[in-house]
């Protein structure tokens, strides 16, 4: 066969100013094949990802990339002026983040914080008993309803937290974060960690970009943004231009999904606390009630993706490469800095910090608004803050104006 086509098929990333063969290493990656084949195409910079995705396993990354074959990243076309000063400039946001994420490092907003976590669980814990205790010693139909909605809240504050369990930042070791979100989020939600981990890091890793961003492939689901859409009039159009009046079935559609894809992870990858937890969730939908499970799990399942959604699904979409910082700033915006609002959206409102530095524990994003705002203006960039009435008629003014484009293509 010819070495040209042989060398076609090496897979290399971008890591500090060299090319990294990930050819055999693709299948071994920890985190799934699909996030380290994003950074394997042309002009991918993996250099912050890497940075950003691994703080906690830095020594251990390096390890592996000294394993690797690589070879200097030099040019090796020639470039215009303007490409050269983007390249600059780009070495320049760098090495400032770069910078300023050593700062934040140094002063400790990056170290776990045990009594935080401890009252979030305790926290967290006191709803869900709290709901059990309505559901399971009462039999009156609008009692049981209200246990629904504590028992949601529990839901509701165990997701905020678990979601930090999959980006460790929660005891600061991996390993051990795993392990929890794996239990506490089988046990009480029935959802399996593994699935989650895998889906969300590839919505961090390219945020709104099109065929990356699994956010934006919520087909048959929901449309967020009209560039997204493949099949103008395919099978899925009708849904799409009634999106809104048919939320509530597509919520429960997305709920048999994440079952689905639960059940999937507990036979391929067979996690022993996994496997665990989600069988005593099972067992507490037989003691507990079937319907009173599902009305807490599609409660909770709805709020989540409302709040999720505020940050990001009303903002443009890409399919080019861009800068991590500029691609964070552009394509996430921020909800008000309020107590209230950072109880209620579990710090998810700082989502611009979060996603430039997913590992930071939520609570401490706050300390760094300042100066990720300075970074930002000294580049020219957008540092978006919304207010949460804001945030959310953008959101929902989104999904109607999407399906009247829908409409508009298809009539």
Same mark, same amino acid.
């Given at each position: 066969m010819d070495s040209s086509k042989l060398e076609k098929k090496r897979l290399e990333i971008l890591y500090d100013g060299y090319y990294y063969d990930v050819?055999?290493?693709?299948?071994?990656?920890? !985190?799934?094949?699909?996030? #380290?084949?994003?950074?394997t195409?042309?002009?991918?910079? @993996?250099?912050?990802?890497?940075q950003q995705f691994h703080a906690r396993a830095s020594d251990k990354v390096n390890g592996i990339m000294k394993a690797l074959?690589?070879?200097? @990243?030099?040019?090796?076309?020639? #470039?215009?002026?303007?490409?050269?000063?983007?390249?600059?400039?780009? $070495?320049?946001?760098?090495?400032?983040?770069? /910078?300023?994420?050593?700062? %934040?490092?140094?002063? !400790? =907003?990056?170290?776990?914080?045990?009594?935080?976590?401890?009252?979030?669980?305790?926290?967290? %814990?006191l709803f869900i008993l709290l709901g059990l205790y309505f559901l399971t010693q009462y039999s009156h139909f609008w009692i049981k309803v209200f246990g629904c909605l504590i028992f949601s809240t529990g839901q509701i504050r165990l997701t905020? #937290?678990?979601?930090? *369990? *999959?980006?460790?930042? =929660?005891? *600061?070791?991996?390993?051990?974060?795993?392990?929890?979100?794996?239990?506490?989020w089988g046990i009480f939600f029935g959802w399996s960690g593994i699935f989650w981990r895998r889906r969300h890091n590839l919505h961090h890793a390219m945020t709104n970009r099109l065929k990356r961003d699994v956010d934006l492939e919520l087909a048959p689901g929901f449309l967020v943004n009209i560039d997204a859409l493949e099949d103008p009039k395919g099978k899925t159009?009708?849904?799409?231009?009634? $999106?809104?009046?048919l939320s509530p079935i597509i919520s429960v559609g997305f709920? %048999?999904?994440f079952s689905w894809e639960t059940a999937r992870c507990l036979i391929k990858y067979r996690v022993p606390e996994e496997i665990f937890a989600i069988g005593m969730y099972c067992l507490g939908i037989y003691y507990v009630g079937v319907w009173p499970c599902l009305t807490s799990y599609f409660l909770t399942l709805s709020f989540f993706y409302f709040q999720i959604g505020l940050s990001h699904s009303h903002l443009p979409v890409t399919n080019k490469p861009t800068h991590w910082v500029e691609h964070g700033?552009?394509?996430t915006v921020d909800v008000e800095h309020r107590p209230w609002c950072d109880w209620w959206m579990g710090y998810l409102n700082y989502q611009i910090e979060h996603h430039l530095f997913p590992t930071m524990p939520q609570f401490r994003n /706050?300390? @760094? &608004?300042?100066?990720?705002? @300075? =970074?930002? $203006?000294?580049? *020219? =960039?957008?540092?978006?803050?919304?207010?949460?009435?804001?945030?959310?008629?953008?959101?929902?003014?989104? &999904?109607?104006? &999407?399906? /009247? $484009? &829908?409409?508009?293509?298809?009539?």
């Open positions: 050819t055999d290493f693709v299948r071994r990656h920890p !985190g799934g094949r699909e996030i #380290i084949g994003y950074f195409h042309p002009n991918e910079d @993996a250099t912050i990802a890497i074959k690589r070879r200097p @990243a030099t040019e090796t076309k020639e #470039i215009s002026s303007d490409e050269k000063k983007l390249l600059t400039r780009n $070495q320049s946001l760098t090495e400032d983040f770069t /910078k300023l994420y050593l700062e %934040l490092k140094a002063e !400790g =907003l990056f170290e776990p914080s045990y009594s935080h976590v401890a009252y979030r669980l305790t926290e967290m %814990l905020w #937290i678990m979601h930090e *369990g *999959g980006h460790y930042s =929660l005891t *600061g070791n991996p390993k051990y974060d795993r392990k929890l979100q794996n239990f506490f159009a009708f849904i799409f231009r009634h $999106q809104f009046l709920a %048999l999904y700033l552009v394509h /706050k300390l @760094a &608004v300042s100066r990720v705002r @300075a =970074l930002a $203006q000294k580049y *020219g =960039l957008p540092y978006e803050v919304l207010s949460y009435k804001e945030a959310s008629i953008k959101m929902i003014k989104n &999904v109607l104006d &999407v399906s /009247k $484009q &829908v409409k508009t293509i298809c009539s």
